[in-house]
């Protein structure tokens, strides 16, 4: 209430919560963020399109099924303006919208929704696959299907870190867009999600400027976006170009930016930047039990075995099931299996595999 101590919270029934912290406001809002029982048939780590996917069938089809979510749900789905390729909506739309409908979709058939839990480990107990969470506690399960996506990779220039949440953004785009009205704009990045936040920002920002290391938009990013961008008149492309530095206090002022070719660099006034420099999978927490690739995707089916055979810890006389990782019972699915699509379709379709897969896990042990 001074002012030192925020953010302060006011709930609907007065309560003030003073810097509360995630499962702390969870609560207030109606959230769940306790497991209501002790086993499961399914535990679904990761609440975006595909974890989402996975609680709607598995629910939808009789697995006593809980979700767990480490912040809210909707994943970096949920972060997106306009989805624009998503089966079924001709016209578009936002993420937020969409993995919304998923979660009601999925509590309306049962599944239990967690969130601000992190999960932290995943034991083996006999049959049972042991789900923990950072507070220590845990849930069990007869299977578990890993959702976790991937997160934005960070930039390392000097200011970044300090001015992240004051003018630096990662990918949340949606958010901040109200504040950016009449401002200067940069993007970081070449891919469709840093062309979708332009053309989201463009509406309302002064200007917007996308910075990107490559020659062109066109070898990363679809045409139709290309296209857009070089139809908006206030959207320009600066390629070749990356960010030295970022300056502010409090918030961010300017950016110090480098052109790659000449070396040359350019102090430019910013009050937003946005990134979207590539993502990697949050799964250091999986070392010493499933599978990883080099980058620390996690493998499944066929990506698991070498000339025909399963991994040496393998034991059982069948392969590994298609999306099922080096642990029996331990599914994956979306954007955290290694060389899986990157898009909401085949996120929410994995889920749904995954599912089917638990099904036959199921029936034969
Ligand atoms: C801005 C943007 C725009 C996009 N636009 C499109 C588009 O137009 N069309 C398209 O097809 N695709 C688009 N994509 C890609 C698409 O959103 C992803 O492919 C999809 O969200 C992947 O779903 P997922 O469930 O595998 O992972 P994610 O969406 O990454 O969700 C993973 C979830 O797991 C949670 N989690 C992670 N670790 C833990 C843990 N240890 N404990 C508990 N929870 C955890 C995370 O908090 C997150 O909510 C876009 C992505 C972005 C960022």
């Known amino acids: 209430a001074d002012g030192q101590r925020l953010p302060l919270v006011i709930t609907p029934d007065g309560t003030p919560l003073i810097e509360p912290d995630a499962p702390e406001l969870a609560s207030h809002v109606g959230l769940a963020t306790t497991p209501e029982a002790e086993f499961y048939d399914l535990v679904v780590i990761g609440g975006g399109p595909a974890g989402l996917g996975a609680a709607v069938y598995g629910a939808s ?26 089966l079924g909506f001709p016209d578009g739309v936002s993420g937020g919208q969409l993995t919304d409908r998923a979660r009601r979709q999925a509590a309306k058939f049962g599944a239990e929704i967690l969130t601000a839990r992190e999960v932290t ?5 006999g049959a049972a696959r042991v789900v923990r969470f950072s507070d220590g506690s845990a849930v069990a399960a007869h299977s578990v299907i890993l959702a976790t996506g991937v997160s934005y990779r960070q930039l390392l220039a000097p200011g970044c870190d300090a001015l992240t949440g004051c003018g630096v953004y990662y990918g949340s785009a949606l958010t901040e867009a109200a504040s950016c009205q009449g401002q200067d704009v940069y993007i970081v990045g070449g891919a469709n999600s840093a062309g979708q936040a332009a053309m989201y920002l463009a509406r309302g920002a002064k200007s917007v400027t996308l910075l990107v290391r490559g020659e062109s ?39 110090t930016l480098r052109d790659v070719d000449s070396g040359a660099s350019e102090l430019v006034d910013a009050q937003w930047m946005f990134v979207f420099i590539g993502a990697a999978p949050l799964t250091d927490w999986l070392d ?12 499944a089916g066929p990506d698991l075995t070498t000339d025909g055979r399963p991994p040496a810890q393998w034991e059982l006389d069948r392969p590994p099931y298609h999306l099922e990782t080096s642990i029996p019972g331990v599914f994956v699915a979306g954007d955290a299996r290694a060389e899986s699509a990157k898009r909401v379709a085949s996120a929410v379709g994995e889920g749904a595999m995954a599912v089917m897969l638990v099904h036959r896990y199921l029936e034969q042990s």
Do not use: C, K
């Open 61 to 86: 089809e009789g697995l006593r099924t809980v979700l767990v979510e480490r912040s809210a749900t909707g994943g970096q789905a949920g972060q997106s303006s306009r989805i624009e390729n998503y």
């Open 121 to 125: 480990g995943l034991e083996v107990n």
């Open 217 to 255: 938009l066109a070898a990363s990013m679809s045409h139709y976006l290309v296209q857009q961008i070089e139809e908006a008149p206030n959207i320009s492309v600066r390629a070749r170009t990356v960010v030295e530095a970022a300056h502010g206090e409090g918030h961010l002022e300017q950016l």
């Open 288 to 299: 010493g039990t499933v599978l990883r690739d080099g980058r620390g995707f996690i493998l």
